[in-house]
């Protein structure tokens, strides 16, 4: 593409005949990065970053009232670093914010930046080795205290720290971080990194104060005051906090962005489940936002009728999917059940695993359960679309399920129910308690009935399945059962944090806390190879085929993907709420404002 054709393509841009979006993507097909291709429209007079600050239209800050958010799983902690589960991402984006967000186009956008560091404003080095960050001037904590570089570095010492046991641990401990100037930072990176933009960005790069937090790191950090009551930089200041319960916030007046926040108050309340959710901003109006309505979509369209509110549905990264586990949860060892040190007697037999992906019948969990909330899928990956890997596929087969079974030596009884070596094959099947979870569960028990393997069903309370609780042997961490079912969001629109969840050496474990991405404890040479030299492959196109490899080899085994989830929340009628499928549901929380 020559310089004659690249203009061409930015002025069908601003004559509408282009989206912005199909910009990035054919600048993605020729190597360019989103965030350049962004830079690029910027440079040439077309909003792209600040697109959904262009769209904010109250003319000051305040006055709004109070902004009441329904999110049926309670947060149980306010420190993003330990935030298992999405609601307690949420909860820390009320009051924590990183130095960039990711936008709905997969573009990053300044928050506690600057400015995005690119190659051609010296931020980027040619070797791909080091990318220099500049703090906004004059942002201030909640308590007064300026924000500096110190509390850059900090963070990254502090997440780094294997004694935090932070669950962002993967996101800083390859890379060195130092201080500039006191609003500059240099992040270093001992070999070629493209993907830099991990650390410090979206959910897992909410910067947190030294002041406040340098007293209890490492094997000190549960002890900090502050993971219970937050200062953060965010456009609300904390107030209070019931664990399991509601997180309420009032307006700082001293937010960075001008005219914001609208709203005077914030209301995050717990607890419930997703149809009473959806019912109480669709139908009665009670609340202005209802997260993640995992909700069938015909009951959303009967609660629709009500005129209170929408369903918003925004596609990104989040999979449902199913995990077999690699290893044995029903041996303890070391006083550890499901530990590395025991493998499982069906599903250590890729022939078994492959059996169960034939069993679930994906097209009809997606057409009476999900309907426009949710597409079947064979990827992990399901975009940005150079990451989506074309040569992966589904089916429903309990023939050939059956099949396979027979040839790993599985033979079914007098009662129908296989067994080998004297042993059963009996399943616990495990999940949050959540209307299209226990329709799902029910779709695959029956279809491996026919196969010959017996399923027991268990379903958990989502705020103790998603718990923070490292004592809880209930938690999806722990994965103390044969299956399990969730869903997680791919919240960058770059798919190496979300790939580290299949790699070795981040298998949750006693040891670490069960804070390791790895839940299945599945564990693959030729994947932790393919994800090692997509880390240090600076060419794009290459880059992106080591990553589709990386995908392929994780849903061959024991990862099977179910449904590409929508994003779907209750919107009230008047309530103007952007938000991204790449990042948090509130990480443009300072824009969300009220029609008049």
Known sequence: MDERDLRGLIGRVKSGDLSRRGFVQRMLAVGLSAPLAGLMLAGNGVAMAADLRAAYKPAKAGG????????????????????????????SRIFYEPLAAWDPDGNLVPVLAAEIPSKENGGLAADGRSVVWKIKPGVLWHDGK?????????????????????????????????????????ILFDKPTPYWSDAFVGTVGMVIPKHLFAAYTGAKSREAPQNLAPVGTGPYRFLEFRPGDIVRGERNPNYHLPNRPYFDSVEMKGGGDAVSAARAVLQTGEYDYAWNLLVEDEVLKRLETGGKG???VVYGGK???????????????????????????????PKVCRAMNLLVDRKSIQDYIYGRTGRATANSVNG????????????????????????AGWMKGSD???????????????TSINAPRQKTQAIIKQAAAKAGIEIELKSVTGSVFFSSDTANPDTFPHFYADMEMYAISMTQADPSTWLLQYVSWEAATKENKWQGRNISRWR??????????AQAELDPVKRAALLIKANDLAVSENILPLIHRAEVSGVSAKLVAPRSGWDNDLSFLPEWSREA
């Open 64 to 91: 709004g009232g109070a902004l009441r958010l329904l999110w049926w799983q309670a947060p149980t902690l306010i420190n993003p670093h330990f935030a298992i589960g999405t609601k307690d991402q949420e909860a």
């Open 146 to 186: 300026p924000l500096t570089a110190d509390d850059l570095v900090f963070t990254w010492e502090y997440a780094r720290d294997p004694a935090t046991a932070a669950v962002t641990i993967g996101s800083y401990k390859d890379c060195k971080v130092e201080k500039i100037d006191d609003l500059s930072i240099r």
């Open 310 to 312: 929408r369903v918003d």
């Open 319 to 349: 999979l449902e999917f199913l995990l077999l586990n690699a290893t044995d949860p029903n041996v303890e060892v070391d006083g550890e059940r499901s530990s590395l040190k025991t493998k499982h007697p069906a599903f250590s037999d």
């Open 384 to 407: 940005p679309e150079r990451f989506v890997s074309k040569g992966t596929s589904f089916a429903f087969d309990p023939a050939k399920a059956n099949a396979l079974l027979d040839e």
């Open 416 to 430: 129908g129910i296989r067994a080998k070596d004297g042993k059963r094959l009996k399943l616990l099947f495990q």
């Open 524 to 533: 693959n040479a030729d994947y932790d190879a393919a994800y090692k030299a």
